[in-house]
């Protein structure tokens, strides 16, 4: 008979930088001029004069702002990275679900990207946290949190492990230069989950996963800085506005579908949604895309920007934390990224436990 096995714990982090767009205006007042001729403007623009798609539709009511609808981000301070971000959020959810790392026989990292750029995170903040059984990376590129939820539910199910934390991370503004306005709508973060066994009927149900590479908008590039130090940078292609428009929809709808087919459920029975929303009109447009209400999602974008696969992690705990998810709920998380993974899984809500609110000033 097989286990249920799905989210025990979840736990979330932010740095300590709050950055506004008044920054960007005051220190790079001649950017900010010429704002629609740089990467954010291009990256999200309309392919032809009018909107083609239903993507393209709901963002053009951003188009008129440089910003395209970012407010907040949240920017690594000088002490902190990803194995910071990552550590405090791994402390919170073992605290939150009454667990000490002894009880923890597995860790699976997903940095995007990580601090030890070769290596991984995960050996580093294993022994920082003084796990002493296995700990690995994986990486699905922005995708990766329905992806690690898939691994850790598929190793406790099958025995293998009893308790496996998952633990995933973004600091985007390491990877952009601040006169790259790419910039503008990313952010640093980090979360983590305690996956093991649940009650009755709870848990994760089914995933679907493709791999994106059909994108090819994404590479990394070595250079160097001002003091000829060793840096890497991630650039956009210059279609990838074309890709990511017309390719979203796609991956969405066949992510969802069959994640929801293979739980054995219909799109329509699923309580919540939770997608990546990496730009401010993304949760529009998904609930377009599979005909569901709105008020089935959570948009939080305003708030923490483009945190990459940590946006999986961060509106799953707002809802929980708003009561938008409650338990035995039917719930779908989508995450997609361009040089990686689109993953969707479905699960039925447990009694999940949340770390402490990373952002307490915040009117959510």
Known sequence: MKKNVGIK???????????????????YPQLFEKAEEKGLAKFFSLGESAPSNIFEEEMQPYLSDPFRGTVDRWVLAQGESSLTLEYQAACDVLAAAQTTADEVDLMVVASIWPEQIIFGDATFLANRLGLKGAAWNINGGTGSTPVALQAAHALVQT??????????????????????????????????FLISSMESNQGILGTKVMH???????????VNDSHGNPQVRIQISNEANQYANILAEEFLKTCCEEAAEAS????????????HTYCA???????????????KTINLYSHYGNCGAVLNVANLYYAAQLEKIKENDLVLVYGMGGAGVAAANVMRWGKVALGSNPLPDIKI
């Open 264 to 275: 054995g459920v219909s799109l329509g029975e699923i309580d919540f949604f939770i997608f």
């Open 281 to 295: 009109w993304f949760a529009n447009f998904g609930a377009r895309i599979l005909g569901i209400s709105p008020h």
């Open 159 to 192: 025995g293998q492990y009893h308790q496996v934390l998952v633990v995933i991370s973004c600091t985007y503004t390491r990877f952009f230069d601040e006169t790259d306005t790419i910039i503008w709508h990313t952010s640093d973060g980090a979360g983590a």
């Open 9 to 27: 714990a979840i736990g979330l982090s932010f740095p300590s930088i709050r950055r506004s767009n008044d920054y960007f205006k005051e220190k």
């Open 212 to 222: 994106t590479g059909i994108m090819d908008v994404v590479s990394a590039k070595p």
